[in-house]
């Protein structure tokens, strides 16, 4: 079981919380209109990118495929209304390294049809794209 707990932190008309979850560590988020610190769904995004970028970095690793970086970038659209859920998001893979091109197109096709949870999640209301950039 995972837990999480949040606590509003800043109780002068800011809009600053800390968050912590079982793993221990604590992040700030801030949801006021002069940002501080990422929004909840900021960190929804960056958790996308992490989770997909731990397993392609797996899966290349398992196939010993030379790679000596990898960057996952986003771009989200939301919806107009409230909830405000992400309608589309664009995902660009930047690798670098002697990585092939088939090596790194099924990577992020297991990311995204296997192992991404997050993905998964998403996926209920937001279209996901892609694409992959050898970089030197």
Request: charged content about 30%; overall charge positive.
């Amino acid at each position: 079981m995972i837990e999480a707990s949040v606590n509003w932190t800043d109780k002068d008309r800011k809009d600053r919380y800390v968050g912590s979850a079982t793993s221990r560590h604590s992040i700030v988020m801030d949801t006021a209109p002069e940002k501080t610190a990422n929004t909840p769904m900021e960190l929804v995004l960056l958790g996308l990118c992490g989770c997909t970028a731990s397993d392609v970095v797996g899966i290349l690793r398992k196939k010993r495929e030379p790679f000596t970086g990898l960057e996952v970038r986003a771009e989200a659209e939301r919806a107009d209304g409230y909830p405000a859920v992400y309608t589309s998001i664009h995902l660009t893979y930047l690798v670098r390294g002697q990585v092939s091109k088939k090596a790194m197109e099924d990577a992020v096709r297991l990311s995204k049809e296997k192992y991404c949870s997050v993905s998964a999640m998403i996926e209920k209301t937001a279209k996901i794209t892609h694409m992959i950039e050898h970089v030197a």
